[in-house]
C-alpha cells in the first residue's frame, strides 16, 4: 500500500511559478513510478509528467514540456513537480499517482494510487 499526500497548490499571476510536493508512505517509494496529473473542470483527467522508480527517465505532455520539470527524492519518499510560467490554461486540480510497475505511462487507470489532489489557480 502507498498513501500519497499532495501540497503546494495555490493561486498565481500567469507568468508565476509553482513547486507541487508528494509525499509518499512506505518503504518501497523507489520501486514505484510516479506520476503528475490535472483535471480542469469539466473535463478527464490529463497526464502532465512522470518519473521513473530511479529518477532516470522522465516524460512529460506536450503542453508543459520546457516549463515544467518533474523529479523525485527517494531519501524523502517525496516527487516534485516545478512548474514555471504558468498559464491560465494550467488551472487544475493536480494529481499525484504510483504505478507499481516500471514503465512511466500516460494512462491514468495504469496507476494504482492517488493522493487527493491540489487544487493550482492561475489569473491573467
Known amino acids: 500500500q502507498v498513501q500519497l499526500v499532495e501540497s503546494g497548490g495555490g493561486l498565481v499571476q500567469a507568468g508565476g511559478s509553482l513547486r507541487l510536493s508528494c509525499a509518499a508512505s512506505?518503504?518501497?517509494?523507489?520501486?514505484?513510478?510516479m506520476g503528475w496529473f490535472r483535471q480542469a473542470p469539466g473535463k478527464g483527467r490529463e497526464f502532465v509528467s512522470g518519473?521513473?522508480?530511479?529518477?532516470?527517465?522522465?516524460n512529460y505532455a506536450d503542453s508543459v514540456k520546457g516549463r515544467f520539470t518533474i523529479s523525485r527524492d527517494n531519501t524523502k519518499n517525496t516527487v516534485y513537480l516545478q512548474m514555471n510560467s504558468l498559464k491560465p490554461e494550467d488551472t487544475a486540480v493536480y494529481y499525484c499517482?504510483?504505478?507499481?510497475?516500471?514503465?512511466?505511462?500516460?494512462?491514468?487507470?495504469?496507476?494504482?494510487?492517488w493522493g487527493q489532489g491540489t487544487q493550482v489557480t492561475v489569473s491573467s
Open positions: 512506505g518503504r518501497t517509494f523507489s520501486r514505484y513510478v
Open positions: 518519473i521513473s522508480g530511479s529518477g532516470g527517465s522522465t
Open positions: 499517482a504510483a504505478r507499481g510497475l516500471a514503465v512511466v505511462t500516460a494512462t491514468p487507470s495504469t496507476y494504482g494510487y
